[in-house]
Structures are given as C-alpha cells and as structure tokens.
C-alpha cells in the first residue's frame, strides 16, 4: 500500500470466496487512483479497514449474495434480473447446508452482510439504517454484470474460467477506460480484476440501476431476505 497517499474520497470493492479464505479488495479513490489488498473477513470484521490515514470509504461493494430468497421462492429477483450464477438458493441455514454449489459463497455472503446490519457496520441499501448516518453504505454487485454493461456493444464477454487471460485483459481495459490506474500494475489477477469490477459499482451507487425487491432481516434464520444487486444503468 504504499505510495498510495491520503485521499478524500475513498470507495472500495471486494471480491468474497469464503470465510476462511483471503478476500481481494481494491480501493479506488477520487483520483481514480486503485490500490490492492486483502483481508480474511468473519462476522466480527466483515469489512475491510481503510490504509493507514485514510478516511472510511464511502461506499463497498461486494461479490457475494447478501440474502436468501423469499418464502416459497429458489432464486432471488435479484439474481434473475442480473444473471448470476446461483441459480438456486436455499430457503434457509438448515438447506444452506445441504448445498453443494457456491456453498461457502453463499454462507460468506449472508453472514457477512446479516453482521453489518445487525451489527451497525455500515448501511445496507433498503433496509433502515442502523450504522450512524455517515457509516459507509454496503452493497451487492456482480463484476460479470458490470463488466458485460460497461463494454461496447457486441463485444463478446470471456470465460472466465475457460479464458483467463482474455477475461483479464478485457477487464482491465474496461476499469482503466473508466478512468482508474494502478501504479506498478502492470497484469492484475483475476480476482484483482473482479474487486476493482466491484470498486466501480461503490463508486457509481449514487446513479447506477438497484436490481431486486427490498431486503428485509429474517431473525429467525439470521440472515436477510431478497435484496438489491447494484449494476450499471
């Protein structure tokens, strides 16, 4: 992190695999400046902390599902209407644990976003807020989403498993015409790529399109319901 400097305005952008394992985050500041880093989250410290002398961001968002779907439903409108890859969730924590696909993503995402509102970590978009009023607004973006909206039309978007390399190079492109740069980066990683995707949605959350019906908490189940997926227009 070093050489990045102190800024005003601060957005951030995180890429979950799990609760045990190493979260990719990239800050960007109003500068369009991005710095890398990384954190393990756990429901004690779902968020990432800000370098050293920087203020907390504005905004963070995240790729992993913050809810579960509506009673009765195994998708949430959200999903539908962004196109994830979780096709189907489960109806609650006893069923969560009896997925096999994108299980500990899905479990990340609902403890962690269910610990920032129970918690007062930060304000989630439709829910009251119980984060004091300047507490940064957490969200839910999907880079594929972002990606595949900020390119021009009729350019195909990459597998990113089956084309690694191509997805990167497409990405990056996309996130430095947006007006970002990093220096001394000269290739990110895939999962770089995908946090800097996120740190665009945190920064456009003022003016880009909310997917999905409000959340609302399930005490019961300790967990949110529904929710909003952010994506460009």
């Known amino acids: 992190m070093a050489g990045c400097g102190a800024m005003i305005m601060l957005w951030a952008g995180v890429d979950v695999g799990s609760?045990?394992?190493?979260?990719y985050v990239a800050w960007l500041t109003g500068s369009g400046l991005l710095c890398f880093d990384g954190y393990v989250p756990d429901v004690r410290h779902p968020l990432p902390v800000p370098p050293a002398g920087w203020a907390r961001p504005t905004a963070v968002a995240l790729d992993a599902p913050q809810d579960l779907p509506a009673g009765g439903r195994d998708r949430r409108a959200a999903d539908a209407a962004a196109g994830t890859p979780t096709g189907r969730m489960p109806a609650g924590r006893l069923q969560l644990q009896q997925q096999s696909l994108y299980r500990e993503l899905i479990a990340a995402g609902v403890d962690l976003f269910w610990?920032?509102?129970?918690?007062?970590?930060?304000?989630?978009?439709?829910?009251a807020a119980m984060a004091p009023a300047r507490g940064s607004l957490v969200l839910e973006t999907y880079p594929r989403k972002v990606l595949r909206k900020l390119l021009p039309?009729?350019?195909?978007?990459?597998?990113?498993?089956?084309?690694?390399a191509r997805y990167i190079d497409l990405a990056w492109t996309v996130v430095r015409r947006q007006g970002c740069w990093a220096p001394g980066v000269v290739r990110p990683t895939v999962d770089q790529v995908d946090a800097a995707l996120c740190a665009l949605a945190a920064r456009g959350a003022g003016s880009w399109r909310?997917?999905?019906?409000?959340?609302?908490?399930?005490?019961?189940?300790q967990g949110l319901r529904e929710g909003y997926i952010l994506a460009p227009w």
Do not use: H, M
Request: hydrophobic share 30%; aromatic share 4%.
């Open 115 to 127: 610990a920032v509102y129970i918690r007062g970590s930060g304000r989630v978009p439709g829910l």
């Open 210 to 221: 909310w997917l999905g019906l409000p959340p609302r908490p399930d005490c019961r189940e």
């Open 153 to 164: 039309s009729g350019i195909p978007l990459p597998s990113k498993r089956k084309q690694t």
């Open 19 to 23: 609760l045990q394992t190493p979260a």
